[in-house]
């Protein structure tokens, strides 16, 4: 999860915060513009930044909600008098999140590499609107011939014509919105963004509704930018289509990566350091004054010269030097001075020692059940219950339909016929989110947690799902149950206390299984389907596991695949063979084992040596 | 392998003291001492698409003002030079690093229209002496025109203007328009129809094309279809290039003769070779002007450049032009701010393109030529119209 | 002593920052089968992984055949002699069948193929059969033979095999047993990674134990069998 | 012939060339994983490449035997200085790094070339055209280039599916660890797949220059597009990208005549459209 600053970041940044603030009072009208604009681009980079770096889509659209923005101060300003600000920045906002919300319903459908395309194609179709149409000045632009100011009534609080006073506005606005998406990506609601980013699949069977929360996110990361937008449109009373193209996306999409995605602060450290650099090798007489440190005169003009002319070669060089030399950003090489970030403390709470009483878990009916692929059908009109507070196991083949059934289950894929009912509800085809709502939770053949969140991080997400609604941006709701939960989680699964908050990836295969199954229960699902818990563990930690299915069986039903013979025999109450999708036999793990036909198509000699 | 990419603390210490340095450098000017040379802020494409047209304009002022000793109006000239990337979005920064940043006494600029367009804003702001040597964007100077910018290109619809007479002249009765199918296109376009249709021509249709998309076979089988007696196109550099090819490859020159402004052909003359035989455009400069400042002009450039001037490099020309004779009449000092509006809103002078003089709105009068691309040149036919003036629609000034 | 097929001296590998193998020495002489046991994270897989040279020892050493191949690529590692059959088969689903199977067919040091196509198909029968599928359209069971299958025809004259029965079918886990032994039969050298310890101790000549990165144990099968608490601290059974 | 159908055929056309311009793209894309901005600057580079090679060979088609190879070699150089270092790196870091190598080769075409529009002769042997309405011909350049681009997807499509170095190149696409294991030095098929991937773009651009003018920025729409085709079509896939390239081809000449006022846009709408559709392209497998 991401931390927060570390000293030496916030150091760094209330250093910035400093410079602009004594600006005004030594700089150049053009030194207060550049900081202005760079401020302005920094508002625009971190909302980018929690799109790319804190949800993990990679918009090549974003500057479509930036370009609006300020096309909306054109659209809301009187042809010879300022705009109210008060009116125009919610407009600019409303406007841009407006747009941001009919196109990411759309986009968000897809992902990766799609996403990026999808949301550039949205972004020239923006530009286009504006560039090859008459709507506000068409290709030429448009002027704001009156620079905004906040005024209530008759009285005017900020005059935006006033340089210092603007710049002083703009770094108020970089501040609050630094400090709302920091906010923003610590409650409940960031953290799930997080989780999204790492482990989408993961989310969606936990119960949260990953579309809606990227949506929400995009929704967020457009109505900033649509800000942001608003006050670059404010500097000089000038708009062009341009400001909506992908150059612009781009050129955002390189700060928050020279700056380093998914830090916040980062990527505002990369426009600063892109847009120095840029107008450095831009500029002759600076080139010149630079080279002046180390040769005469005449040739530091000469060289300033040509490199001036050139300029983007060495902007082109510094920008491949900056990826190789620090693949993680600016900001990774401060963070590798920073030392380690410190986690927040675990909340001090002992789960209530009361036993748990025998609680009535879900049962599952299926009932004919088909799922077919094109041609092949992988689940072949199977009908088995598992009653409550049971361990059930399947066993079967490799390609017998095992997963394809689970997945089926847990709304992954839709069935082709048949039907499910959990508690005699149907909840055939509804999505994964839905299913997991209603109490079913799943586990993964592949471990599948968020690698960066600790295991206290991860539980408290999948308790969270208990109450997953992607309006959650407070920590405060719900906020003891759930600790109660992840603490209850923590324990019954078997995590060490001194394990709980070491991030996922460097904790054993054996314990992030666990941690799965952790997550399960801190989920608060009732009924577990479980695909191979038991792979690659050795035979302690298959003891260990097997026992704790039978200790949560008390108050859940487990539906589990497994491979190991010997542990699933041990543990099931009943098990189910599938062989090529049909259902082969059902019954208690004795009936399996004297099984003739299970034994001809799949447990072959394993049956007979190890019947007693 | 995880050693390798450790840093050590004094290399970073290195870094951020070297980025430091170049942090600073931005805010870091020397201080201008009293009697200093005139700044002339230069805000021209130096890379891009354009990059040819800035070089063209720079090379040209570069040259009238050695020609003048280094001084214009007894001031000894320094240029700063901006690269804008005809890029619009980062158009108000560049203007301002010039006006705000470097502090230019004079600020010329620029080509493309939309970068001209946030630059007239913060010139108009700023009151600073502003010269036009290129952009046509018919707005300049007609609703948004001010006393402090002048334009010593065209407006986008004086070409269009006289291309339309001239077909007129011509014979020719009915036309179809391909064009880009943005500002500057949809002003030539204006212009075109104006004398065009005043003449009793009929347009078939107007058929245009995304900017700066340059697959013309789509329009052009259109075209054939229609089969108008001539096509009034406006594209430039490399897209005109392509559009003169792929017109000629599709055997329409052989049928419906191509009309346009002089930027279909400037530039790209020689490169078009045998396509652009018999295209006909009207533009305010030809190579082969009979006068002698235009002799000059191309032998002074030629030996100074080892290349020949387009219309560009002659823009550029007029613009030093135009601000050697304000300066003249108030000595150098540019704070006479008025006077120095009035000498050059006055001024009437023999340009390579012949006479030249401005309107109300400051856009030049000029006369226009009828030439027709002959193996790599354009060559003269006749004087198309005379004293092509652009209205002033809007201007405060008029 | 003859060349062993294969020797590691002092290997010492990390992941990120963790040290998984420390110090490692290992050797397997020509034709041997020398089974590999740990528990799960003890670095069994990223022993044979740095063997193949699919990662990069921090130190160490390894030879193949008498051949310094420290500095050596995997793909030099294959060519010579070397074939890795790894944990997740690493079969390629947009080639077909005969596709993987021939896709680094190649003669061994002596200019022979012991295992040509022909000897691969009637080794396993079920890839004859599919031999135009998909290699995504296998089974579990299927991937793994052909996986077997693909490594043979490199002609190596050593095989590291990586679970090689995970996920299996006990069915299916007997049938790649003996195929297995019929590789092992044939002369060439094999170290097995498995979790079934009773198929291990019939199949190998030698055991080695894996702890924390190091090698706690090397002998025969009836050494190991003979301690039992041996067999109860590493192997947790 | 039928104003239609001559769209149609100015459709198929602009589509054979645009897929020309993706098929490097998709390649680099699917088996390396790298998505390569500077895919364009290739292009412009061929283009100028075929210009300053026209005027000392006087022939398109030695300019195209002649730069290929040295393309070939350029890619080669690229990939060892400088996209090698980018396969275990995340998307974001080679947009940034192919971003900043197109900074660098546009700087360098203006350098070299400057920056006036040029153009490349046709052949004369395959100058004029067929005539095909009262006034219209179609070239016979562009007739041949067509050809030209069937030739080399039919060509491309067998190397990948019945050849040695095919099956090397997909293996690679779905697990380039194993195909290090089996022997093959990943490193070399990684090279080997960028230059050609370099080199499919310069031919496109070496091609093109005739039909084209040769000017400073050509490579950036032939860079969008080619990206829209590769999605289109589903990336790493030769047959996807030559269906998306001919659909997309047909759409935009449609859209000019059809819908001129949102002509721009129609290549970007249907894009949107194909994945929501088919989230992982046509031929594509999902992502």
Redesign the interface.
């Known amino acids: 999860m991401l931390a927060r600053p570390r000293p030496l970041v916030i150091v760094v940044l209330l250093a910035l915060a400093a410079y602009a603030i004594a600006l005004p009072f030594f700089g150049g009208a053009f030194a207060l513009k550049f900081a202005t604009r760079v401020m302005i681009t920094g508002i625009f980079v971190i909302s980018l930044d929690l799109l790319i770096g804190v949800t993990g889509l990679v918009s090549f659209g974003h500057a479509l909600y930036f370009g609006l923005g300020a096309y909306s101060l054109y659209f809301i300003s009187p042809t010879s008098a300022p705009a109210n600000a008060f009116l125009a920045i919610p407009f600019a906002m409303l406007l841009a999140g407006t747009v941001a919300l009919v196109v990411g319903s759309v986009a968000v459908l897809t992902r990766g590499f799609y996403f990026i395309m999808v949301t550039l194609a949205f972004g020239q179709m923006g530009f286009s609107l504006f560039f090859d149409t008459k709507i506000a000045g068409g290709t030429d632009g448009a002027y704001i011939n009156v620079r905004p100011v906040f005024s209530l009534g008759s009285w005017q609080l900020l005059n935006f014509q006033n340089r210092a006073a603007f710049l002083y506005f703009c770094l108020a606005a970089l501040v609050l919105s630094y400090l709302f998406l920091l906010w923003l990506v610590r409650t409940p609601f960031g953290r799930v963004l997080q989780g999204i980013h790492h482990n989408e699949a993961r989310m969606s069977a936990l119960g949260f509704n990953t579309y809606a929360y990227k949506l929400a996110s995009y929704v967020i990361a457009g109505a900033l930018a649509g800000f942001a937008g608003m006050l670059f449109a404010a500097i000089d009373g000038y708009v062009a289509p341009e400001l909506l193209g992908w150059r612009e996306s781009g050129l955002a999409i390189m700060m928050v990566v020279l700056g380093g995605a998914g830090t916040l602060y980062g990527p505002l450290l990369g426009a600063i350091v892109y847009s120095l650099v840029e107008e450095t090798l831009k500029s002759a007489s600076e080139l010149s004054a630079f080279f002046s440190l180390f040769t005469n005169a005449a040739n530091a003009k000469w060289l300033g010269g040509i490199f001036a002319n050139s300029w983007s070669i060495p902007l082109g060089l510094f920008l491949i030097a900056g990826v190789l030399a620090a693949p993680k950003g600016i900001a990774g090489f401060i963070e590798k001075f920073a030392g380690q970030p410190k986690r927040s403390k675990p909340p001090e709470i002992k789960p209530e020692v009361e036993q748990r009483e025998q609680a009535k878990a879900m049962q599952l009916e299926v009932e004919n059940l088909v799922r077919a692929f094109g041609g092949l059908i992988a689940v072949n009109g199977v009908s088995v219950k598992f009653s409550s507070n049971k361990v059930h196991g399947i066993i079967g083949p490799n390609g017998a339909g095992k997963t394809t059934f689970i997945n089926v289950l847990s709304g992954a894929l839709r069935p082709t016929g048949g039907n499910i009912r959990l508690e005699n509800e149907e909840i055939g085809g509804q999505r994964p989110h839905n299913v997991a709502r209603r109490g079913l939770g799943r586990s993964y053949q592949r471990t599948n947690v968020i690698l960066p969140f600790t295991a206290r991080e991860n539980c408290a997400l999948a308790a969270q799902a208990r109450f997953p609604s992607p309006l959650r941006f407070s920590n405060s709701w719900h906020r003891r149950e759930e600790d109660e939960a992840v603490e209850r989680a923590l324990a019954a699964a078997g995590i060490a206390p001194e394990r709980a908050d070491i991030r996922a990836s460097n904790l054993s295969h054996g314990e992030q299984r666990q941690l799965e199954i952790a997550m399960l229960i801190a989920s608060g699902a009732k009924l577990l389907l479980l695909d191979e818990p038991l792979a690659g563990m050795g035979p302690e930690e298959t003891g260990r596991v097997t026992a704790l299915l039978r200790e949560l069986s008390a108050d859940h039903t487990i539906v589990l695949i497994e491979h190991d013979m010997d542990a699933i025999f041990a543990a099931a109450d009943t098990l189910t063979v599938l062989v090529e999708g049909r259902l082969l036999a059902h019954g208690t793990p004795e009936e399996i084992r004297m099984n003739g036909a299970v034994r001809e198509a799949y447990l072959g000699e394993w049956g007979q040596e190890a019947k007693p | 392998?995880?050693n390798k990419?450790r840093?050590t603390?004094r290399d970073?210490l290195k870094l951020a003291g070297a980025?430091a340095?170049?942090?600073a450098?931005?805010?870091?000017?020397?201080a201008i001492a009293q009697g200093a040379p005139l700044k002339v802020g230069l805000l021209l494409p130096?890379?891009?698409?354009?990059?040819?047209l800035g070089?063209a304009i720079t090379n040209a002022m570069d040259l009238y003002v050695k020609q003048q000793g280094g001084k214009l109006g007894g001031r000894t000239i320094q240029w700063?030079?901006?690269?804008d990337e005809s890029?619009?979005?980062r158009?108000?920064?560049n203007?301002?690093?010039l006006?705000?940043?470097?502090?230019v006494d004079v600020l010329i600029g620029t080509v493309h229209?939309?970068v001209a367009?946030?630059m007239a804003?913060?010139a108009r702001e700023a009151g600073l002496p502003t010269l036009i040597p290129n952009a046509g964007?018919n707005?300049l100077t007609r609703s948004?025109c001010a006393k402090n910018i002048f334009r010593t290109s065209f407006g986008n619809s004086q070409p269009g203007v006289a291309a339309g007479k001239a077909m007129i002249d011509a014979g020719i009765k009915t036309a179809v328009t391909y064009t880009w199918?943005?500002?500057?296109g949809?002003e030539s376009v204006e212009g075109f129809k104006q004398s065009f249709l005043a003449g009793g021509g009929k347009i078939v249709k107007e058929?245009?094309?995304?900017?700066?998309?340059?697959?013309f076979?789509?329009?052009?089988?259109?075209?054939?279809?229609l089969?108008p007696q001539a096509v009034y196109s406006f594209y430039a550099?490399?897209?005109?290039?392509?559009y003169m090819?792929?017109y000629a490859?599709?055997?329409?020159n052989k049928?419906?003769q191509l009309w346009g402004p002089g930027f279909l052909t400037d530039?790209?003359e020689k490169?078009?070779?045998e396509?652009g035989n018999g295209v006909k455009t009207a533009s305010h400069y030809v190579d082969t002007l009979d006068n002698a400042e235009n002799k000059k002009f191309r032998a002074d450039y030629n030996a100074a450049f080892k290349v020949f001037p387009d219309v560009y490099a002659v823009q550029g020309w007029d613009t030093t032009h135009l601000l050697d004779i304000g300066l003249k009449a108030v000595g150098g000092d540019v704070s006479k701010k008025d006077d120095l509006f009035k000498a050059m809103r006055n001024a009437k002078f023999n340009s390579p393109r012949g006479p030249f003089r401005l309107s109300a709105s400051q856009n030049p009068i000029h006369n226009f030529y009828l030439r027709e691309l002959k193996n790599g040149e354009n060559v003269f036919v006749k004087v198309a119209a005379t004293d092509v003036s652009d209205p002033t629609t809007g201007c405060s000034l008029a | 002593m003859s060349t062993p097929a294969i020797l590691a001296e002092n290997i010492n590998t990390y992941y990120g920052r963790s040290h998984i193998l420390r110090g490692v020495s290992f050797t397997v002489a020509p034709g041997e089968t020398v089974s590999l046991l740990g528990r799960n994270g003890m670095g069994k897989t990223t022993l044979l992984r740095t063997l193949a040279g699919l990662l990069r020892p921090a130190s160490g050493r390894v030879q193949l055949n008498g051949a310094d191949v420290t500095a050596a690529r995997a793909s030099a590692r294959s060519r010579a002699g070397l074939a890795i059959v790894p944990e997740g088969r690493g079969i390629f689903p947009n080639l077909t069948v005969a596709e993987n199977l021939t896709f680094a067919s190649r003669a061994n040091a002596k200019g022979e193929r012991p295992w040509p196509l022909e000897r691969i198909y009637a080794l396993f029968p079920r890839l004859a059969e599919r031999r135009h599928h998909w290699g995504n359209e296998l089974s579990g069971g299927e991937q793994q033979m052909l996986s077997i299958g693909r490594a043979l025809m490199t002609s190596p004259s050593i095989v590291l095999l990586d679970e090689a029965t995970e996920g299996l079918a006990p069915k299916l886990r007997d049938e790649i047993w003996a195929t297995v032994k019929q590789i092992t039969d044939s002369g060439i050298a094999a170290i097995i990674v498995d979790k079934n310890l009773n198929d291990l101790l019939a199949l190998a000549d030698r055991n080695t134990i894996m702890a924390k990165g190091e090698i706690v144990f090397d002998g025969t099968s009836d050494a190991l069998r003979a301690d039992e608490a041996l067999i109860h601290r590493h192997l947790g059974v | 012939m039928d104003l239609v159908l001559i769209q149609l055929l100015n459709g198929i056309q602009y589509g054979l060339l645009i897929f020309l311009a993706a098929s490097g793209l998709t390649l680099v894309f699917g088996i390396m994983g790298v998505i390569n901005l500077s895919h364009g600057s290739f292009y412009m580079l061929g283009a100028y490449c075929a210009l300053t090679l026209t005027q000392f060979t006087g022939d398109i088609f030695f300019s195209l035997a002649l730069g290929v190879p040295l393309a070939f070699l350029f890619g080669v150089i690229i990939e060892w200085l400088f996209i090698r270092h980018l396969y275990d790196r995340d998307h974001l870091q080679q947009v940034l790094l192919t971003f900043a190598l197109i900074l660098i080769f546009n700087e360098v075409q203006k350098i070299l070339w400057g920056s006036y529009p040029h153009s490349v002769p046709v052949p004369g042997y395959l100058q004029g055209g067929v005539k095909i309405s009262e006034l219209l011909s179609y070239p016979y350049y562009r007739i041949a280039v067509a050809a030209f681009c069937v030739a080399l997807a039919l060509a491309m499509m067998f190397v990948i599916q019945k050849t040695r170095v095919g099956r090397i190149i997909r293996a690679g696409e779905s697990n380039r660890e194993m195909v290090e294991a089996l022997g093959i030095d990943s490193r070399l098929l990684f090279r080997f797949v960028f230059a050609a991937g370099v080199a499919l773009a310069a031919t496109a651009g070496i091609v093109a220059s005739p039909l084209e003018s040769v000017y400073p920025g050509i490579g950036e729409p032939v860079l969008i597009i080619s990206f829209v085709v590769v999605v289109i079509g589903g990336i790493g896939s030769i047959k996807g990208a030559f269906l998306g390239a001919l659909l997309i081809g047909i759409a935009d000449a449609l859209g000019k005549v059809y819908f001129p006022a949102f002509s721009s846009s129609v290549v970007y709408a249907l894009m949107a459209a194909v994945l929501i559709a088919r989230p992982g392209g046509l031929f594509g497998r999902a992502a």
């Open positions: 392998m995880h990419s840093i603390r970073a980025g340095a170049v942090a450098f931005p805010f870091a000017r020397p130096y890379s891009g698409t354009f990059a040819a070089d700063v030079k901006v690269d890029k619009p979005e158009a108000v920064e203007t301002s690093k006006v705000e940043g470097e502090k229209s939309g367009m946030a804003k913060i964007a707005a948004q199918g943005y500002a500057a949809e058929i245009r094309l995304p900017f700066p998309n340059v697959e076979q789509a329009g052009l089988a259109e075209i054939a279809s089969k550099g490399g897209g005109a290039l392509k090819k792929d490859a599709a055997g329409l049928s419906v530039g790209v490169a078009a070779g396509a």
